[in-house]
């Protein structure tokens, strides 16, 4: 199969094993190892042509597969630069290829004691690079393996068990797979500070413009709405109408920008309360943050889903609760943290986790982070609690 049709090939979820990894994050590190695989291209050349005896088979066999590696690298580097795009199946295509050429070098030039083996360490290292899950990572590291293995034991002269040779075998695929886990766990760390840094300018960017407008626009409607000539019942009505729909676009739109926050470093309690200030800026409906013990450090994940699961229930009180006044609790035990947003409206339906998404996204923002959620509402005397509550051994904690 040549790199046209392995570029060609399907890949189902390719992007979620390999960490998310966007397109851009893909397209800059195919750049990288494409000028990565020139240098060792040059060097592979200077060595074929060097001090050896020209015209020989051997020599003539090393120079075409090392010009079809130089074509097939050319090639994946033209159809990125006229496409600005790096497809996945183009990558494993060339990784495919690096394993087909070390293998074949090191079949050809003494097996366990062929000088070439070290190449092994640069395909996997690639491989992890690009593909940083370890569900697709391992499976890669361990056909390497595998196959240098084989060539240890079956290509002349072949590995000396007597002389203890196995262990020096054990020992370097041990590094194989270190090599791998390394360049995987900082390829990831890479790619996740540069996506934390894309969520904080997106946040900002938010926050500065369209944030802004929607503001402007709601305050106008609002104020259209309290000039038009009482005889104009429809007309205030829909003004109204607008305005409120306006205020819903607002707070949906201080969910990111609030939530950028705990991407600059933001303990969780700074962002809620800075978000309970928004709510009632935007809904005149007083909401304030009640905090007790003092907040572990948690991931930036868990942070997010709890801000998230927060926001939701702050979204269902603007929506239907008709309430009064709100409040946030943050409570920080020794075994357990729990969130939780009281209102004093109307209560909930019998049906409420039939309506939309919100309780459904609720539910699996908890359950992802290993904790509970609940809902207590009244629906005679009104109000609603929504609770999440996580031990913090189902918790991933920062070291910062």
């Keep these: 199969m040549n790199v046209i049709n392995i570029a060609?090939?399907?890949?189902?979820?390719?992007?979620?094993?390999?960490?998310?990894?966007?397109?851009?994050?893909?397209?800059?590190?195919?750049?990288?190892?494409?000028?990565?695989?020139?240098?060792?291209?040059?060097?592979?050349?200077?060595?074929?042509?060097?001090?050896?005896?020209?015209?020989?088979?051997?020599?003539?066999?090393?120079?075409?597969?090392?010009?079809?590696?130089?074509?097939?690298?050319?090639?994946?580097?033209?159809?990125?630069?006229?496409?600005?795009?790096?497809?996945?199946?183009?990558?494993?295509?060339?990784?495919?290829?690096?394993?087909?050429?070390?293998?074949?070098?090191?079949a050809m030039s003494g097996g366990f004691n062929s000088p070439y083996f070290p190449a092994?360490?640069?395909?996997?290292?690639?491989?992890?690079?690009?593909?940083?899950?370890?569900r697709f990572v391992l499976p890669w590291t361990t056909l390497v393996a595998v196959i240098y293995s084989v060539l240890s034991f079956a290509v002349e002269p072949t590995l000396d068990i007597a002389a203890k040779e196995d262990q020096h075998l054990f020992y370097r695929l041990v590094v194989l797979y270190a090599v791998a886990a390394v360049v995987s766990i900082i390829a990831g760390l890479e790619?996740?500070?540069?996506?934390?840094r894309q969520r904080i300018e997106i946040s900002q960017t938010i926050h500065d413009t369209t944030a802004q407008w929607a503001y402007m626009i709601g305050l106008g409607v609002e104020q259209a709405a309290e000039l038009v000539d009482e005889t104009r019942n429809d007309l205030k009505a829909k003004l109204r109408l607008v305005a409120e729909l306006s205020r819903s676009?607002?707070?949906?739109?201080?969910?990111?920008?609030?939530?950028?926050?705990?991407?600059?470093?933001?303990?969780?309690?700074?962002?809620?309360?800075?978000?309970?200030?928004?709510?009632?800026?935007?809904?005149?409906?007083?909401?304030?943050?009640?905090?007790?013990?003092?907040?572990?450090?948690?991931?930036?994940?868990d942070r997010s889903l709890l801000f998230s699961i927060a926001h939701n229930a702050l979204t269902n009180v603007i929506r239907h609760a008709e309430a009064a006044q709100v409040v946030i609790m943050l409570e920080c035990d020794e075994q357990e943290l729990r969130l939780s947003v009281s209102d004093d409206g109307i209560g909930l339906p019998a049906d409420y986790e039939t309506r939309g998404h919100g309780f459904r996204n609720m539910r699996s923002d908890a359950e992802r982070?290993?904790?509970?959620?609940?809902?207590?509402?009244?629906?005679?005397?009104g109000g609603t609690t929504v609770s999440c509550v996580v031990p913090y051994s189902s918790l991933t904690m920062d070291e910062r």
């Design 369 to 381: 982070m290993g904790g509970k959620f609940e809902v207590e509402s009244d629906g005679d005397d």
């Design 191 to 196: 790619r996740e500070r540069e996506l934390q």
């Design 8 to 106: 060609s090939i399907r890949l189902p979820r390719l992007f979620d094993w390999a960490g998310q990894t966007s397109p851009e994050e893909l397209l800059h590190a195919a750049r990288v190892l494409l000028w990565v695989r020139w240098l060792a291209l040059i060097a592979a050349s200077v060595e074929i042509h060097y001090r050896v005896d020209h015209g020989s088979l051997g020599h003539i066999i090393n120079t075409v597969y090392c010009l079809g590696f130089l074509a097939a690298n050319g090639y994946v580097q033209w159809r990125i630069h006229r496409t600005r795009t790096a497809k996945p199946g183009w990558l494993l295509g060339l990784s495919v290829l690096d394993l087909v050429v070390i293998s074949f070098s090191t």
């Design 249 to 301: 676009a607002m707070w949906e739109l201080r969910h990111p920008i609030d939530g950028g926050q705990i991407f600059r470093g933001e303990e969780l309690g700074q962002v809620l309360e800075a978000h309970a200030g928004t709510f009632t800026v935007i809904t005149s409906v007083p909401a304030e943050l009640v905090q007790r013990g003092r907040e572990p450090p948690l991931s930036i994940i």
């Design 120 to 134: 092994y360490y640069f395909a996997v290292a690639v491989f992890a690079y690009v593909f940083t899950s370890p």
